[in-house]
């Protein structure tokens, strides 16, 4: 890899271990939205999330284009969790950020508040240069080719300059359709061409 490559990382999932830490909350927020506001079942909410995530990417691009839901509402709301008292600081995260070579770029689904929070929590905010949010991606989420061309825009980058590193195949796979390298963290099913870590802690293997 050359100096000019940014490392584009996912934040749930990624940086920290799944089925741990603040976003199993938020997915719970989520659901308790969508019962609320549209007076469905749990069961029935969440298969509507299911089609919502593969039409849209996301429930809320489903609530926006269905119900017309207030973006920046639904984010406050399902972003409404305890971070603090649900993710520690990692002393072997930052260890492990800290000797990567390369500018490092949050890239995430999520609002920019909460990734910030999350990142200040886990102890890692100061090495990370930027955030690229779901309000940068005009609240069209990876995998969503929008969200990749507006990175690239933002950034004034080549794609071939830019490395994904997310926990999700699918977004993975964007990655490489659009001409980025990727590296899977954790989950099975590696696209062609992509790098795969079992663990953020293993990512220097794959980009120093």
Not at 10 to 16: A, M, W
Not at 59 to 78: A, K, N, S
Not at 148 to 161: E, F, M, N, Q
Not at 182 to 187: W, Y
Request: aromatic share 8%.
């Amino acid at each position: 890899m050359n100096q000019k490559k940014t490392i584009l990382l996912d934040v749930d999932y990624t940086l920290y271990p799944r089925g741990t830490g603040p976003f199993k909350e938020v997915s719970k927020r989520i659901e308790k939205y969508v019962v609320s506001m549209l007076s469905l079942g749990l069961e029935e909410a969440r298969e509507l999330r299911k089609s919502y995530i593969s039409r849209y990417g996301s429930t809320l691009g489903g609530l926006m284009h269905d119900h017309g839901v207030r973006p920046h509402e639904f984010l406050r709301y399902v972003h409404d969790v305890p971070v603090e008292s649900l993710i520690k600081p990692d002393e072997k995260l930052r260890s492990v950020l800290e000797i990567i070579p390369y500018d490092m770029v949050a890239f995430s689904n999520a609002s920019r508040d909460y990734v910030d929070r999350v990142l200040k929590q886990l102890g890692v905010a100061d090495l990370i240069s930027g955030m690229f949010t779901i309000e940068s991606m005009d609240f069209i989420p990876k995998p969503m080719k929008h969200a990749y061309r507006k990175v690239i825009s933002t950034l004034d980058a080549k794609p071939g300059d830019l490395m994904v590193v997310d926990d999700m195949v699918e977004n993975v796979l964007t990655a490489l359709k659009m001409g980025m390298s990727g590296v899977l963290v954790g989950t099975s099913g590696k696209p062609r061409g992509a790098l795969y870590i079992n663990d953020i802690y293993d990512i220097p293997r794959v980009v120093t």
